[in-house]
């Protein structure tokens, strides 16, 4: 008798193998092996019911094939895939393309030898509405990105797109940059006081933050000039603080972004790969239960590590409405390894949900916090004070330092006694917008609002990233996300036409949908022909919009390099850029930061025309024009020329635009044909030409190369750009 069991990745099958003791002959499908068609009219039959159409992925036959082969050999099938709706579609796919007899499903949500020879022995029939749920998230993200995506390459820009969850959480970041741009920042001010109390330095900070200079002076004046100052009130009071629970795949993404520095996406890898040499249980859950098993094994170790007095157990609530999966939180399968791991990104991300896990099973922290006002006799100052704090009673920090705070220690006085000024110190500070989200922030801000599930929030960050919609760079803190022209165009194209269809509430509420099916309370087809049929009448609806080529006035200050009319934000392949109203008859234009390349007078004159240089940024970048552009049909266009790469157009004198204008440079006749040849730039770089015999320069400089080295490079063999093979 021969059995056959079936999981997604070569990992988790190698460290099934070893659990079953050759029972079973454990295979991989290697992730997914069919998904829907690039082309949208063979993918999905609308009118039949949205019955998507799948094909095997390229260079999967021959994993389905040997998953067939094996199965007709098989007297059991088991398919046992992740435990959420993505695994339960990858087995229900595995079993249609291999054509599998009375396949039964597996579920584990740990990998160890006592999950998997549990699950084994209690198989089921493959849940056909989570595999429902799973494909109409599929249908549904396909359908909207489809219509979308096609009516913003003909509206914006050919090449663009859009999702269904990716474009509200673009929104979410194109909505902060407003706020950002729209702040107004203004000045207020620090004032702290250096003091001696008895023997001990102590430092107090004004508890008002002035924002008027001259009570800032006030208050200095009086505070310098007054020596009775004294200790208001002292006030010492105890706090606890609990434990957080433990880790969820949202929580776990934030944690490892701010402790570790992982991406969303990086933390992921690296769990799948912690979960599959079955150290931790599976990473993709919203829920914060752990099993009696569990409970049991942190008792043990919290007793034998901190001691029976630091233990305390507790259940969390799990906060989302539809907990996606009904299993476990994130922790380690065995708490007794406390550290593992085949790399130091895995032993660090195993550290911290071994911590997590078991602290949150450990009692409380205790602090004991102090503040101490003070102020001069007369009290005609706002109160000067400090804080600070320290443990008392370490709780759960004994397994977690990295979440303790520095202890504060605050010499010991009493009210009434005196203090001696030291000194007093102003600080000048302005107020700052809010913050930009990092990917950490932004995970929390969609599982917040109900876009997305566990699932699916690192694929929705690097989609936006990938897409060149987002850019990431380091502010103070951690690395933050920040919309580029670009995304900034596609999200303002999409608030405008589909507010509804980008909005929070919807998204959530499709979400919910999906949630429903997946319990059997919605119908696929009911769902999908609810939500399509008006949708698509909004898309053709918008088919009348102008297209976007003219983003609005730009700021006042901008004016024409050339000729001093208003500028025109307008959009390119680039992004945005600033071009004269007068375009393309003038030919002015700057770039979006408003930096002016040209300058308002012309850098030189041509020796020979007499006409007037210019150094101009268009729509592909810098360059340089002689004379001025006239209005008109039939006018000759000024010739320009482009500014290499790498030099900086505000560096660019007369002799660098003399030399960019000299191109294309004819060289002299070739000997043998008579015809030029000649030197020149294009879209691959530096050239020379002889009819139609194209030649690259690769060490030779195109404004000085010669008739004689030209002749010298055409006579070399031609390399072929590349070959096609002939088909027989």
């Known amino acids: 008798m021969?059995?056959?069991?079936?999981?997604?990745s070569p990992a988790k099958a190698k460290t099934i193998s070893k659990y079953l003791d050759g029972k079973y002959k454990v295979v991989a499908s290697v992730g997914h092996i069919r998904d829907l068609p690039k082309s949208n009219k063979k993918a999905i039959d609308i009118e039949g019911g949205f019955i998507p159409h799948y094909e095997i992925s390229k260079g999967k036959e021959k994993i389905v094939a040997e998953i067939k082969s094996l199965s007709q050999k098989a007297d059991e099938v088991l398919l046992a895939t992740d435990p959420d709706r993505e695994g339960e579609a990858i087995a229900w796919h595995v079993a249609q393309a291999a054509g599998l007899k009375n396949p039964k499903r597996v579920v584990f949500h740990e990998i160890t030898k006592e999950a998997v020879e549990e699950a084994v022995k209690h198989p089921r029939k493959i849940d056909e509405n989570l595999r429902q749920a799973q494909e109409a998230r599929r249908v549904l993200d396909r359908l909207v990105g489809?219509?979308?995506?096609?009516?913003?390459?003909?509206?914006?820009?050919?090449?663009?797109?859009?999702?269904?969850?990716?474009?509200?959480?673009?929104?979410?970041?194109?909505?902060?940059?407003?706020?950002?741009?729209?702040?107004?920042?203004?000045?207020?001010?620090?004032?702290?006081g250096e003091f001696v109390a008895g023997k001990e330095p102590l430092t107090l900070t004004c508890e008002k933050e002035p924002t008027d200079k001259k009570e800032v002076e006030k208050i200095v004046s009086l505070a310098e000039k007054n020596n009775s100052w004294h200790v208001k009130d002292v006030k010492e009071s105890e706090r606890k603080i609990s434990p957080r629970?433990?880790?969820?795949?949202?929580?776990?993404?934030?944690?490892?972004?701010?402790?570790?520095?992982?991406?969303?996406?990086?933390?992921?890898?690296?769990?799948?790969?912690?979960?599959?040499?079955?150290?931790?249980?599976y990473m993709r859950t919203d829920s914060t239960n752990l099993s009696e098993n569990a409970l049991g094994q942190i008792s043990?170790?919290?007793?034998?590590?901190?001691?029976?007095?630091?233990?305390?157990?507790?259940?969390?609530?799990?906060?989302?409405?539809?907990?996606q999966e009904a299993h476990e939180a994130i922790r380690p399968t065995h708490f007794n390894l406390e550290s593992t791991g085949a790399n130091e990104a895995e032993k660090k991300l195993y550290r911290l949900i071994w911590q997590r896990a078991l602290s949150s099973q450990m009692k409380e922290a205790k602090t004991l916090s102090t503040k101490i006002t003070a102020n001069i006799s007369e009290n005609s100052i706002p109160d000067f004070s400090a804080t600070g704090s320290r443990v008392i009673f370490l709780g759960f920090l004994s397994a977690d330092p990295e979440s303790r705070g520095k202890d504060v220690e605050l010499p010991k006085v009493s009210v009434g006694d005196k203090l001696a000024l030291q000194k007093i110190s102003v600080e000048e500070k302005q107020t700052e917008p809010p913050s930009r989200y990092s990917e950490a922030g932004l995970v929390k801000e969609l599982e917040k609002r109900g876009i997305g599930r566990p699932s699916t929030y690192a694929a929705i960050i690097k989609t936006i990233e990938d897409r060149g919609y987002v850019e990431k760079f380091p502010p103070p803190r951690g690395m933050?996300?920040?919309?580029t022209d670009t995304g900034e165009v596609v999200s303002s194209f999409l608030e405008k036409n589909f507010k509804e269809y980008i909005s929070d509430s919807f998204t959530a509420e499709m979400e919910d949908k999906l949630d429903k099916i997946a319990l059997g309370e919605e119908k696929y087809v009911k769902m999908l022909k609810d939500f399509y049929k008006p949708f698509l009448a909004e898309v053709k609806a918008k088919e009348k919009v102008d297209k976007v080529t003219n983003l609005g006035n730009a700021p006042k200050?901008?004016?024409?390099?050339?000729?001093?009319?208003?500028?025109?934000?307008?959009?390119?392949?680039?992004?945005?850029?600033?071009?004269?109203?007068?375009?393309?008859?003038?030919?002015?234009a700057l770039t979006m930061e408003g930096r002016e390349i040209k300058k308002d007078e012309p850098i030189g004159v041509h020796p020979q025309t007499g006409e007037p240089i210019f150094v101009l940024v268009g729509k592909y970048g810098p360059y340089v024009q002689i004379g001025v552009r006239e209005k008109g049909k039939g006018k000759t266009k000024p010739k320009m020329a482009s500014i290499p790469k790498g030099k900086n157009p505000e560096e660019v004198k007369l002799e660098d635009a003399l030399k960019y204008l000299s191109l294309p440079r004819e060289l002299g006749k070739h000997p043998e044909t008579g015809e030029t040849i000649t030197a020149s730039v294009g879209r691959f770089g530096p050239y020379i030409v002889h009819g139609k015999d194209f030649r690259s320069l690769k060490n030779d400089d195109v404004y000085t190369i010669d008739l004689n080295r030209a002749l010298?490079?055409?006579?070399?063999?031609?390399?072929p750009r590349g070959f096609r093979l002939k088909r027989k």
């Not at 663009?160 to 000045?187: C, D, M, T, W, Y």
């Open 2 to 8: 021969s059995k056959l069991l079936i999981v997604e």
């Open 146 to 192: 489809y219509d979308l995506s096609g009516l913003i390459w003909k509206k914006v820009r050919y090449g663009l797109s859009a999702g269904r969850v990716q474009s509200p959480a673009l929104r979410i970041l194109v909505e902060r940059e407003r706020q950002i741009n729209a702040f107004k920042s203004h000045p207020f001010w620090i004032i702290s």
């Open 245 to 281: 629970p433990p880790f969820i795949t949202s929580t776990l993404q934030q944690t490892a972004s701010s402790r570790l520095g992982f991406s969303p996406s990086r933390t992921m890898s690296v769990a799948q790969k912690l979960y599959e040499a079955g150290h931790i249980t």
């Open 300 to 323: 043990g170790v919290v007793e034998k590590k901190f001691g029976k007095e630091f233990l305390q157990l507790r259940k969390f609530k799990t906060k989302s409405k539809n907990a």
């Open 480 to 483: 933050a996300l920040k919309p």
């Open 557 to 588: 200050e901008f004016k024409c390099p050339v000729c001093g009319s208003p500028m025109i934000i307008k959009l390119s392949r680039g992004g945005k850029f600033l071009s004269c109203s007068r375009y393309p008859d003038c030919q002015g």
């Open 712 to 719: 010298e490079i055409l006579k070399e063999e031609k390399k």
